[in-house]
Structures are given as C-alpha cells and as structure tokens.
C-alpha cells in the first residue's frame, strides 16, 4: 500500500495531535500515524491528562497557546454537558473535575481521546485528516536533503504500508525517525564538560535514561473489595524498588503521606492526601453518583531498571515495567497503612474505561525522556535555571516558537542516575531546536527537540510538547505555501513565520499579562522577538495599560536606538509625545505597523533583520 499527503506525521503523540489539528485548517493534507489505539500520547494512551502545567506565570490564556486552551475548555465542556455539576463545580469558572493538587486540569484520560477524536472529526470527515492506529514506523526514506517516504508496520499482521510526503513531522514518543534518517542525536545524560551544566554528572552517561511510567487509574469504591491476584515475584518487586509507600509532594518513604488526610511537613506545610496528588474525578464537583477517581503515577510504580530507548528486549522492559504497577496496586489494596489504622485498601477499584484496556492500566507507558536532535541549538539547564538570571526571563531565543514554564523536573534514570527538581526562569522554545541542516522537510513536532536531559525536563510537559507540535504544524504549512524560503528559516521567512504563530495565537514572549485575545498581541510579541522593545527585566508583566506619560523614557529609548540602527520613526515619537495620555498598547501598535509598512517598502525597519539582510548583500 503506498500512497501520498503533503505532510507526514509520524506517531500520534500530544505534540503530534496538535501538529495535526494546526494542519486540518490550512488545506494541506495530512496522514497521522501512530502505534497506538488512542492517539494524544501522555494525555490520552498513557493515561496521564493530569497537564503538567505550573500554577504561575502559567495561567488559562497567558503564556500558553490558544489551541492549548481550546483544548482544556473542550474537556471542561464535556464534563459539563455529560455530567451533572454540584454548586460547587458549577462555580468554578474554569472546572477542574479531579480537583488535583499538581494541575489546572487533571481529568479522565479517556475523555481526553474523546474529545481529540471530536475536534479532528470535521477534517477526517472531509478528507483533509487522515489517522491510522496500529502501524508503527519500520523505515525512512531519503534523497539528498530531503524525505521521500515513511513506510510503516502493522502490529496486528506485519504488513507494511508506504506513504509519500511533503514535509515530514516526528511526532513519535522516543524520536524514532532519527536513526531512520542518520540525524545526529543525544540520549541519557551528557557530561559536565559538553554543555557546562551545573548540575550534569561529569562523565557521560547514554543509558541512563529517565524512567517510565504505567500509569493506572483507580477508582474508590466504599464496602466493595476489589482484591486483584497477588502478582508473581511480588515481595522481590517490592524490595527492588526499594519499598512502596504513599506519595504526595513534601513527603517521601521515610514520611509517607495519608490516604484521604491532609498532614504537615516538619517546617509546617501543608500535604495533601495522597489521593489527591492527581486525582481526576472529585465527588465535590458533581451532584450525580461520582465516585473518586485517581490516576496513579508516584514514585512508587516509577521504572528505572533499565531503560525502554533502545533496548534489545523492548517487549521484556515494557512487561516489567507493567508488572511493576501490577504490584502497586496490590500493595495499595492490601499492604497500605490505613489512615484510621489496619492495613489495605482493597476498595480501590482498577478502572478499564478510562484506559482502553481489560485491568486499568495505561496502554502505553508515560515517557519522560526521548532520543534528542542535534539540532542547531541545543537548550541547556543553564538556559533556564533561575539560579542563572538575575532576570525574570530565561535565556532569549529571538527565533522563540513559543514558551514553557516549570521545573526542571528529572526524574530518577536507569543505571543508577540521580533525579533533579531544581527552579526555572520563565523559558521560551527556539526554532533552531526543532530543526537540522540535513534536511529540508523535517521537523520534530514533540519531545525528541534539541535539549539536554536536563532541560529535557522542563520541555517535555504537557503545555510545551503542544507548543513544539503545534509550532511544527505551522513551520510544515509555512514552507509547503511560500516555496522558495530560506531553510532552516531565517530572515524574513523566519518573520513572517512568526507573525503566522502568534496569528494563531501562540505567544513567543514572556508576559503573564498579555493574553492571546488582547488586541495588541501581536505588536507586542513580535516587537518583543525582533529586539525592538522587550519587556521589563525584573518581571513578566507588559503593563499595557499605563499611559505614555508613564512610560515615556522607554518609549524615547526604543525610538532612539532604531534611529541609532538607521530607522527613523521619529514622526511617531513627535506626535505621541503630544498625545501622552495614549496608552502603551496604542503606542505599540503604532509602532509596530509603521514598521510592518516600511519593510513592505523595502525601507529599513526591524534593525536585527535589516543588519542581517545588508549582511547577505555584501556577499
């Protein structure tokens, strides 16, 4: 079978839904494939739409994509039309049905496909989207710089299946079209002396890779015992992991936290029960028969034997690693202290329906950690760690397809390497991370971008691998319409990609106060990325409001040194200084389209690209 679409997505993860959503509306057509029943990877096959996003700066509609939170509120909606809310989740404006300590969102994994299926249906209706589960890529084929062909394998009967393509994303878990292509790439940890990270362990070491995770999810059923068989080696399980205890954030083996109470930490701070960590159903917020619903995924079932990428038994790791959940939930049902004294719980009630799968369990683990391009830049702990900035903002990246915001969150790794939680500045996501010089037609579109397993940590989260996947979307449409382009994209074409991301509502800046729906969006994000006027170093807020007469020292520097830089818009500053009561976003926006209005005449205008542009011109 062998066939053509002009952009390939190969595997069927969160980034690779939000590529594939992004492509629906541009009148391309698009194949996804993915070895997977569900596509949406860690929210939906493995079991975790529990979203990784930071409490602050992170906020509903600042510093995240619009299509990120069309997704969130299509959730929230399906709850709403098909449940029947309390009072109490009638009131929340923005409904978290788990009511989970660690996210904004934290709700039924199973949902969660559902409604990915619904909001792709219009364009597999029409013709312009078509997905395929089941198959699981077994070849890449290339000419020169450019992909031709991904063939894939059906995992029912081995028949293999050729499609041609345009433009080629990697939306796989574990970046498995690299070493198809013969692309450069990073795996386990890099050594101190490699990138200069502070907290990198001095020698290399490329098995050791973060572990992964089958995340189950469970259900509280009172007077019910849902006893599950004891599994095979499971004292031996036990010990290996060094014990099973009861996880919330702030306690550990030796403090465990309690079921259903919260408690204290020696300092005084507050714990939550575990059940609460990530739980995805919370009674509370409903007035029908809601049952507590939680998905597991603590330390506890954490597998860092040996790791799953590249393995030479694959089918051996993910049976252990499944088996070690198996063994969770046993202990939980039987060996678990009993907040009221006793041992077990075996209420707890393995929930299929919202896994796709006969005990509960995910079918696919939660992975952490995949193969990493070499890109052109590779992002480093030292790009994000706030320890490294005096600043707000983490390192600027002026080619930024958008942003991230939580910690740098390592978890523990096979061979014995150490995790990490360590603090970040408020980061963005460069282009040249997504991208190498081999090839003309291929993005990643997920985990598998530019970054060492440090910063890893901070990019492979629920918000940022839809930023990368959708950014690839665009990048993929942006070079199949505008044919000649410089690549990787660079310049004007590296411009106007840009302003085609934040059209569609993806931030590239930094600021906690600037949301997609403001009507200078655009100026700021844009002027912000070119390096004419950025925001304050000592805080994320754009203050759009104030007035001129505020903030009119800013103004004049930002005036003077385009005039230093040969663009004069010294006509703007004469006339606002007049009008002084304009606000900042008015100023902005004035600014900016007399910029837009002089590059279309070929006048000197966004001094970065201009320098580059008289650059080129010399040689």
């Not at 009148?27 to 529990?50: K, N």
């Not at 909001?119 to 890529?137: N, S, Y």
């Not at 004891?230 to 992991?241: F, G, H, S, T």
């Not at 719980?345 to 006969?358: C, L, N, Q």
């Amino acid at each position: 079978m062998s066939n053509h679409h002009d952009v390939v997505i190969v595997g069927g993860s969160f980034g690779a839904v939000a590529a594939a959503q992004t492509l629906s509306s541009t009148g391309h057509t698009v194949v996804l494939v993915d070895e997977f029943d569900w596509i949406g990877g860690q929210a939906t096959s493995q079991g975790l739409c529990v979203l990784d996003d930071m409490h602050d700066p992170i906020s509903e509609k600042a510093g995240v994509n619009r299509s990120y939170y069309q997704f969130r509120e299509r959730v929230r909606a399906h709850y709403r039309k098909h449940r029947e809310l309390s009072a109490f989740g009638k009131a929340q404006i923005h409904l978290n049905p788990g009511n989970a300590l660690c996210s904004h969102l934290a709700a039924e994994s199973h949902i969660a496909h559902r409604v990915i299926l619904e909001w792709l249906k219009p364009a597999v209706d029409e013709g312009r989207l078509t997905i395929k589960t089941g198959w699981k890529i077994h070849e890449m084929e290339k000419i020169g710089k450019r992909v031709t062909a991904a063939i894939f394998k059906n995992l029912s009967n081995g028949e293999l299946m050729r499609i041609e393509g345009s433009f080629f994303l990697d939306g796989t878990e574990m970046g498995d079209t690299l070493p198809l292509l013969l692309l450069p790439y990073m795996k386990g940890s890099e050594s101190r002396s490699e990138f200069g990270e502070p907290h990198a362990p001095e020698e290399a070491r490329p098995n050791s890779i973060q572990s992964i995770t089958f995340c189950a999810t469970v259900e509280w059923a009172p007077g019910e015992n849902n006893a599950l068989p004891k599994p095979e080696n499971y004292e031996a399980v036990r010990e290996r992991q060094g014990g099973f205890f009861l996880f919330s954030p702030g306690r550990s083996q030796s403090r465990p936290a309690y079921m259903w109470k919260t408690s204290r930490t020696p300092n005084g701070e507050l714990c939550v029960p575990s059940w609460f960590y990530r739980s995805v159903i919370d009674p509370k917020n409903f007035a029908d028969d809601a049952r507590p619903r939680a998905v597991i995924n603590v330390p506890s079932n954490d597998y860092h034997e040996e790791p799953l990428l590249e393995s030479e038994s694959p089918e051996r790791v993910l049976a252990d690693a499944r088996h070690l959940t198996q063994c969770y939930l046993y202990w939980l049902q039987n060996e678990a202290p009993r907040d009221e004294g006793g041992f077990g719980y075996p209420e707890i009630r393995p929930v299929p329906e919202a896994t796709g799968t006969p005990d509960g369990i995910a079918m696919a683990p939660y992975i952490r950690e995949s193969r990493r391009l070499r890109a052109r830049t590779i992002v480093r702990e030292q790009d994000v760690h706030r320890d490294c900035f005096e600043t707000a903002r983490g390192s600027i990246f002026n080619d930024s397809i958008g942003l991230g915001g939580y910690w740098l969150d390592v978890h523990k790794c096979s061979g014995g390497g150490r995790g990490l939680w360590e603090p970040t500045a408020a980061y963005q996501i460069p282009y040249t991370a997504m991208v190498t010089d081999e090839l003309v037609n291929f993005s990643v579109a997920g985990k598998c971008l530019g970054v060492t397993q440090i910063a890893n940590g901070a990019y492979r989260l629920h918000p940022e691998e839809w930023a990368i996947g959708q950014a690839a979307g665009v990048m993929a449409a942006y070079c199949l319409t505008h044919q000649e382009h410089e690549w990787p994209l660079a310049g004007w074409d590296l411009h106007r990609y840009q302003q085609e991301l934040v059209r569609a509502g993806i931030p590239l800046y930094w600021y906690e106060d600037i949301t997609f729906e403001h009507p200078a969006f655009e100026a700021f994000q844009m002027l912000a990325v070119r390096g004419v006027w950025t925001g304050a170093a000592t805080h994320l807020r754009a203050d759009s409001e104030h007035s001129l007469c505020q903030i009119r020292p800013e103004f004049h520097r930002v005036v003077d040194q385009l005039k230093e830089n040969g663009t004069d818009v010294m006509d703007i500053r004469t006339t606002l200084d007049i009008a002084h009561n304009i606000r900042k976003y008015d100023t902005m926006s004035v600014l900016y389209q007399r910029l837009e209005e002089l590059a279309r005449n070929n006048a000197p205008s966004y001094p970065d690209l201009q320098a580059r542009q008289t650059v080129a011109s010399a040689h």
